[in-house]
């Protein structure tokens, strides 16, 4: 349902107003999944350098349980950021151009249906000359 104009107005006032508040900003760049999703990569990174490093450390003074102890540190750590990556594609609440939209999630059926909606959109909004 489309806004009327005064609720358009009013809308974008208390946008406005809401982008000049400097605690309401950092409140909204502190929940930002992206940020969330960033941060949990570099930690899984930190955590496959370090246990490369104990892996290293363990195969040359030749004590094999601290060089699979690496291994193991680098295994969890490397499935991790696997799992954040993909937490990141698709979460609950996606931010696009600084606003909040809800996503529904979707199968591996849903996944195709949607590419084949993007295509048929593209479709019809290519330009008038080449149909």
Do not use: C
């Amino acid at each position: 349902m489309p806004l009327s104009e005064h609720e358009q107005r009013l809308f974008e006032q208390i946008e406005r107003s809401l982008a000049e508040d400097p605690k309401f900003a950092s409140a909204v760049r502190a929940s930002d999944p992206r940020f969330h999703a960033r941060r949990r990569l570099l930690v899984a990174a930190g955590l496959i350098v370090a246990g490369l490093a104990l892996l290293v450390y363990g195969a040359v003074i030749k004590t094999p349980p601290l060089a699979v102890a690496g291994f193991v540190v680098m295994l969890a750590s490397a499935a991790f950021a696997v799992q954040s990556h993909r937490r990141a594609q698709s979460p609950d609440l996606h931010i696009v151009g600084g606003t909040a939209s809800r996503r529904r999630s979707r199968g591996r059926a849903g996944r195709r249906s949607g590419f084949i909606d993007r295509m048929e959109d593209r479709w019809r909004q290519r330009p008038e000359g080449h149909r």
